[in-house]
């Protein structure tokens, strides 16, 4: 993207969030509604329900090169379709240990319960995980030479 | 190929002031695939979806893109400008430049680079998108209410008044709710079962209203316009039928030691009773645990003295099924347990007594008919002080965050009717603040204050306990500075009220959200109060958040307009983004199935064609739309790949990511 990004300046990691339609998205239209701000470099992707996510896309975002992904989801026993966030918790645990046998740091990857109500806490745990990623520094791990070859 | 268009919206200055629009425009137009791209003002205007509609048309576009708020705000907006142009409308992606954009940044450089992002990754899925027909289902005719307070008999009568049939379930023997309970009422201070009792016999002799008393949801299935729900009508051991409220019975039940719930427990009440005078349906329930002859064998006097013989020992719990096309849920609140609050002394004595407590205490049905006496020993109180926010805004952990927001103006009514028929009687309120907003609230409480010389006491009560038989209300007043101590002959505690706790299962069952408090939550905040986010299913009174009387019953009206607004139409649209398995895939494992909380998938035998002119039967999955709520719990679970949402296919939300992470 030449044409608006400046030459890399300090280490700003990429981050993908998957934050469900019901809470966490609306949460993060709270957080804009209430002009609460988070670093840019988070970029959502909304989702019916957090167990929509398969951790086939988290891999998929660090191949790709993001250097975070974060899950956002209801509050355990708040979920819009009964229990879609019991099974992303489940799933999510069995790919931090995946994640770790490959080696990357379990620090890069997060589920987050956050509802529709809370803007605020959206915004700071955006600020959080941003913050975690970049002392983590740049995911070299997974990310697939063909992808960053432009740079 | 595809063709897509994009238009990007300024939204006034909301996006325009931090977002570069016209350079998002332009460096967007050289995506590949993008054959249109342009801004505007306001996309979501009149003028703005002209704009639209006339590009989709003269570009012959077959996706696009709008960069501008919330999809949850205007998604559906352009699907329609989309559909009217006649474009397929799940040929719409929105990306979301304001919420997640421009209102968070303050760089515009950033923001810009952001906003970029943001569409290319929109552009990205609507490639994938593919043309979605929305289903249709009908609409059964009918709506359930659950709870039969004053929320639900408002909401019923409303709807029954629009020509539809409607079911009260009521878990207790009568409906009424709290507001049987209350004697006067604020800011008018007329009699509750006055305004109430016409409304409850107005339902039970509405021909389209039927109440079923003593009863609960045991079981919900369906969706909006077609729910299928199971009811459970208690065992009264009273034939409905045959009761004609003649309350013989009660007179000659032996059995008198029951506590009597409808007077808070502060007398007791027969095994077989009606719960009070006007009770709708005027029938008698026998609490089995404390009747005799279904605990000893030996009694059954109620049976030999009611002439139209109802009592009936062995009746078991019978459940029915019935079916609906909208609920309301309107089950209410309780005021809290004060086990947190021993500082206060209620347990330990019989002269610290709760709001509603006092409401029995001064109604003329009530234990004392009326005359205000306090419980210990049945004299006249000279002394009572209230207590404000007992386990109200409480960030301690121990009571409510939040405010209970009826309790200022009750104990100012409660203050004014004792000083009115008490003269004599010196009376004290401590409060935090006194929160009385409201047509004619405000001047309801001056006149407490002003009118009536009731003491209001700015301050905390650090503790209440007994002094030679007088209750010491130990507290600061902040105003003069100092600590104070009251000797009292009774303590009133406004305790915080909270959803009646089985609105928990009531959530669970209806696939409906609850907070932190167990308040439902509504779908939207400000704009859609009474809908829950689970359609088909509307909230109305307390179980929603604290309310007096006047927001219950707007609330209950509003809810009414929204299920007639339903219930009017004959087949309504089903949301077309459900799973669907791809069946040369799918190996019939099973796993999906045991998912999905809505029971949407089967399993089917097909026969598939091998070649060669050989056939093979094999099982796989298959999803009933009408059902499937579009989770895609299955989806992930799948271990063969087969089942997909559409509209957020695994290949969609894969080019989004990718979109997201390529720089
Ligand atoms: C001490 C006190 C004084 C008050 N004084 C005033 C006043 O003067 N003026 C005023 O405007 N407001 C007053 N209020 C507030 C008023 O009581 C409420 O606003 C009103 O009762 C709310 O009605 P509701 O129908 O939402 O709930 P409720 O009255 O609680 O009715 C809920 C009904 O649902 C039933 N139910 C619950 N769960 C289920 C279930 N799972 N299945 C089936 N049925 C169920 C319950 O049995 C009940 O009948 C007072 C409140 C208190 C505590
Ligand atoms: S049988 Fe039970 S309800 Fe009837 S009179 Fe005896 S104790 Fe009362
Ligand atoms: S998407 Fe959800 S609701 Fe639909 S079939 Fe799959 S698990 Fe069931």
Redesign the interface.
């Given at each position: 993207?030449q044409?608006?990004?400046?030459e890399k300046k300090e280490f700003t990691p990429?981050i993908?969030a998957f934050c469900c339609?019901?809470c966490s998205?609306?949460g993060?239209?709270l957080?804009?509604?209430s002009?609460?701000?988070?670093p840019?470099n988070v970029?959502?992707?909304?989702?019916?329900?957090s167990?929509?996510?398969?951790?086939?896309?988290v891999l998929?975002?660090f191949q790709?090169?993001?250097d975070g992904v974060i899950l956002c989801g209801?509050?355990p026993g708040?979920?819009?379709?009964?229990?879609?966030n019991y099974?992303t918790r489940r799933?999510m645990a069995l790919l931090y240990s995946f994640l770790n046998y490959m080696g990357i740091e379990k620090e890069r990857t997060r589920v987050e319960w956050v509802?529709?109500?809370e803007g605020a806490r959206f915004?700071a745990v955006m600020n959080d995980f941003v913050k975690q990623v970049t002392d983590l520094g740049e995911n070299k791990r997974l990310t697939d030479l063909r992808?960053k070859e432009?740079? | 190929m595809q063709r897509i268009g994009v238009f990007i919206c300024w939204c006034g200055s909301n996006i325009a002031a931090t977002v570069d629009v016209e350079k998002v425009a332009e460096v967007i137009k050289n995506e590949p695939g993008v054959v249109f791209s342009t801004n505007y003002q306001y996309m979501c205007s009149e003028n703005g979806q002209q704009l639209i509609k006339q590009a989709i048309k003269e570009h012959n576009l077959t996706g696009i893109v709008i960069g501008a708020c919330s999809p949850r705000m205007h998604e559906a907006t352009f699907r329609k400008a989309a559909e009217a142009a006649g474009l397929n409308p799940y040929m719409v992606e929105v990306a979301n430049i304001r919420e997640h954009c421009s209102w968070i940044h303050k760089d515009m450089e950033e923001a810009t680079e952001k906003a970029v992002i943001l569409v290319r990754t929109a552009i990205a899925k609507v490639k994938l998108n593919a043309p979605l027909t929305a289903g249709e289902s009908p609409v059964i005719k009918r709506a359930l209410v659950i709870g039969g307070g004053i929320a639900g008999i408002q909401a019923a009568l409303d709807i029954a008044d629009a020509g539809f049939e409607v079911d009260i379930v009521e878990k207790n023997s009568t409906i009424g709710g709290r507001m049987a309970q209350i004697d006067k009422t604020f800011p008018t201070l007329d009699c509750s079962a006055c305004i109430l009792t016409p409304k409850m016999v107005d339902c039970a002799q509405h021909e389209k209203i039927d109440i079923l008393s003593y009863s609960e949801i045991e079981e919900v299935k369906g969706f909006v316009g077609n729910f299928s729900v199971k009811i459970r009508r208690k065992a009264r051991y009273v034939d409905e039928t045959k009761c004609t409220g003649c309350k013989l019975c009660m007179e000659k039940c032996p059995s008198k030691k029951g506590l009597n719930e409808f007077n808070m427990n502060l007398n007791t009440r027969t095994a077989i009773h009606i719960p009070f005078a006007q009770a709708i349906p005027n029938v008698a329930v026998i609490d089995a645990s404390q009747c005799l002859k279904m605990k000893t064998g030996k009694c059954g006097i109620c049976q030999k003295f009611c002439d139209v013989g109802a009592i009936d020992f062995e009746q078991k719990d019978t459940f029915i099924d019935r079916q609906y096309g909208a609920i309301v849920v309107a089950t209410g609140f309780k005021p809290i347990d004060l086990d947190n609050f021993n500082e206060y002394g209620y347990h330990d004595n019989k002269d610290v007594v709760t709001s509603l407590e006092l409401e029995r205490l001064m109604n003329a049905a009530g234990p004392t008919n009326g005359v205000l006496l306090r419980p210990s020993d049945g004299k006249h109180p000279k002394v009572i002080t209230f207590i404000q926010c007992v386990g109200s805004r409480d960030t301690s952990g121990c009571g409510k965050p939040y405010c209970s927001k009826i309790c200022c103006m009750y104990t100012a009514k409660h203050a004014m009717l004792i000083r009115e028929k008490y003269p004599d009687t010196e009376v004290h309120v401590f409060y935090i603040d006194v929160r009385t907003p409201g047509k004619n609230y405000d001047e309801f409480f001056r006149r407490a204050v002003e009118q009536y010389g009731v003491d209001y006491i700015k301050g905390m009560v650090g503790k209440v306990y007994n002094e030679n038989g007088k209750l010491m209300v130990q507290g600061s007043n902040l105003i003069d500075n100092e600590q104070i101590t009251i000797e009292s002959d009774l303590v009133v505690l406004a305790a915080a009220i909270e959803p009646e706790p089985s609105v928990r299962k009531i959530a669970t069952l209806l696939t409906t959200s609850i907070d932190t408090n167990n308040f439902l939550t509504e779908s939207h905040a400000k704009l859609c109060p009474v809908e829950s986010p689970t359609a088909g299913v509307f909230l109305a009174g307390v179980c929603q958040g604290p309310k007096d009387i006047l927001e219950t019953v707007s609330q209950a009206s509003a809810c009414a307009a929204k299920v007639i607004g339903l219930l009017v139409k004959d087949k309504l649209k089903s949301n077309p983004c459900v799973a669907m398995p791809d069946e040369m895939m799918c190996n019939g494992c099973s796993q999906c199935a045991n998912v999905c909380a809505y029971g949407a998938i089967s399993y089917v035998d097909k026969e598939f064609r091998l070649g060669g002119g050989k056939t093979e039967v094999r099982r796989v999955a298959s999803v009933n739309p009408a059902v499937c709520q579009g989770c895609g719990a299955c989806t992930v679970t799948c271990p063969s790949g087969a089942m997909d949402l559409k509209g957020f296919s695994s290949k969609q939300i894969m080019s989004e990511v990718e979109a997201i992470c390529k720089m």
């Open positions: 993207m044409d608006v990004t400046t990429t993908v339609n019901w998205y609306a993060a239209d957080a804009g509604s002009r609460l701000t988070y840019a970029k959502i992707i909304r989702v019916p329900c167990c929509r996510v398969n951790p086939m896309f998929k975002a790709q090169g993001a209801c509050h708040d979920c819009h379709y009964v229990t879609g099974y799933r509802s529709a109500a915004a992808v432009g740079e | -």
